[in-house]
Nanobody, 123 residues
Framework: QVQLVESGGGLVQAGGSLRLSCAASGLAFSTFSMGWFRQTVGKEREFVAVITWKSGSTYYADSVMGRFTISRDNAQNTVYLHMNSLKPEDTAVYYC????????????????WGQGTQVTVSS
């Protein structure tokens, strides 16, 4: 049915960059807002960024503002997370998620999730 597949994670030094991708299938991609979340050991999954289906507006967590950029290609059913100036505290498993709501940051409101991709930032 609905499938979200993340890719692009890896190991990078502090100050470096990575681009994560999430390919979606089984849903009307253009009518879903797409979010990125992350989770570290011992912590709950937290909001990182979202791009809305309604206008393509983008919103970010304070911790990544100015460093990360979320974008989407509706023709390819793909959402991206460009991560710059990475810090060790950005180390986490990053998850792609989809919601039919316009703009929401709550994990509980996203019914569809990818499997996650590991991002490790060394100091």
């Amino acid at each position: 049915q609905v499938q979200l597949v993340e890719s692009g994670g890896g190991l990078v030094q502090a100050g470096g960059s990575l681009r994560l991708s999430c390919a979606a299938s089984g849903l009307a991609f253009s009518t879903f807002s797409m979010g990125w979340f992350r989770q570290t050991v011992g912590k709950e999954r937290e909001f990182v960024a979202v791009i809305t289906w309604k206008s393509g507006s983008t919103y970010y967590a304070d911790s990544v503002m100015g460093r990360f950029t979320i974008s989407r290609d509706n023709a390819q059913n793909t959402v991206y997370l460009h991560m710059n100036s990475l810090k060790p505290e950005d180390t986490a498993v990053y998850y792609c998620a989809a919601t039919p709501l316009f703009y929401i940051r709550s994990v509980r409101e996203y019914p569809y999730w990818g499997q996650g991709t590991q991002v490790t930032v060394s100091s």
